[in-house]
């Protein structure tokens, strides 16, 4: 009598078990995460809206003190939320009437708890911005305070204007040129402003006070970029 073949290895193969495809199918999804995540995602700044909350009322605090004469103000770091307390940067800008009246910036490198940081920022965008005259008591009702933490600063290495151009992400990235040793720079809301790439970088070069064009002349300006975390106060009630 002839063996049915279909029945004659009936030996258990576990690579057919439907529950091993699952099993290799989340340890694939596992190294994928694992992946992106060490590999390929973007660095990112966050901080808690009740962080955020906190800079601006201590930025609100040292604009109202700034405008009236007064110092820099006093704070408890006991008091200042964990987050604030580690090194950090900060544009702090300040726009009256939806019109800019000061931003500034002392370095761009973390250098200091990022709560004192904002808080010189705000005292130099009050009173030490050159393009404007200092902020007076009277502009303080409809003065709104914009903080723009810097994170993520790359330098970018190019060896023509096009390919500078090609590295360059509009409304994403912020643009330091340095030139014998000066810094000129856009933060990345400045994109509304001027959407095209070679018109955004001539115009930082205007801003700079450097030919329009030399963004493109050899030796090259160094180039980084950077990312913000911006968060803003409410915008004034207008009394009309």
């Not at 761009?108 to 050159?130: R, S």
Request: net charge negative; hydrophobic share 45%; glycine share 4%.
């Amino acid at each position: 009598m002839e063996n049915d073949d279909r029945h004659t290895d009936m030996r258990f193969d576990p690579a057919k078990r439907p529950g091993n495809f699952w099993v290799r199918f989340v340890f694939g999804a596992i190294a994928v995460v694992l992946i992106w995540y060490f590999f390929i995602r973007p660095d990112t700044f966050t901080l808690s809206l009740e962080a955020q909350a906190q800079l601006l009322s201590l930025a609100r605090r040292q604009l109202v003190t700034s405008a009236s004469g007064d110092d820099v103000i006093t704070v408890d770091p006991s008091e200042v939320s964990d987050p604030l307390l580690r090194d950090g940067a900060a544009f702090v800008s300040i726009e009256v009437d939806g019109t800019l009246r000061g931003c500034m910036i002392d370095a761009f490198d973390p250098h200091e708890p990022l709560y004192a940081n904002v808080i010189h920022n705000t005292q130099l965008a009050a009173l030490a911005d050159e393009r404007f005259a200092p902020l007076q008591q009277a502009e303080l009702e409809h003065a709104r305070i914009t903080v723009s933490v810097v994170y993520n600063i790359e330098s970018v290495t190019f060896r023509s204007p096009d390919a500078l151009i090609d590295k360059l992400e509009p409304f994403v990235d912020g643009v330091i040129l340095t030139v014998d040793g000066t810094d000129a720079t856009y933060l990345p809301i400045v994109w509304e402003t001027f959407p095209d790439p070679e018109t955004f970088l001539s115009q930082l070069c205007i801003k700079a006070g450097w030919d329009a064009d030399r963004w493109r002349a050899e030796p090259y300006p160094e180039v980084r970029t950077y990312a913000v975390l911006a968060f803003g106060e409410p915008e004034p009630v207008s009394n009309d």
